[in-house]
């Protein structure tokens, strides 16, 4: 019985950090955050430029956050309101 409970602790773990993850954008070259216009690049699958709320939750992003960073309510992402975003979490963290 206790394997079972390990084995399913650790499943737990496991899936919990690829999720983490998932939803950390890669790092720019020369391990830099990357820009804004970077991170909408690499979640918008279907390449119009901006990230929907589908590709948005693709990405490993909270769906719940997704209206905080869509400024002007339109149901897309640009990189604009993402660089916005970014910029006000990190005033927030004392960055």
């Known amino acids: 019985m206790r394997l ?3 084995t ?4 737990a773990l496991l899936i ?10 890669a790092p720019a070259p020369g391990g830099a955050m990357p820009s804004a ?6 979640w918008d ?5 901006t990230v929907s709320k589908d590709e948005w939750v693709a990405a490993g992003r909270p769906a719940e956050r997704f209206d905080m960073v869509d400024a002007n309510k339109d149901g897309k992402i640009t990189a604009e309101e993402l660089a916005a975003a970014m910029a ?5 963290q004392g960055g």
Do not use: F, H, Y
Not at 8 to 11: D, F, G, L, N, S
Not at 16 to 23: D, E
Not at 37 to 42: E, L, N, R, S, T
Not at 45 to 49: H, L, M, S
């Open 4 to 6: 079972v409970i390990l």
């Open 16 to 25: 919990g950090a690829t999720s983490a993850a998932a939803q950390q954008p």
């Open 37 to 42: 216009a970077d991170i909408i690049k690499q």
């Open 88 to 92: 006000a979490m990190r005033q927030r």
């Open 8 to 11: 399913a602790a650790a499943a």
């Open 45 to 49: 699958t279907n390449k119009d430029g």
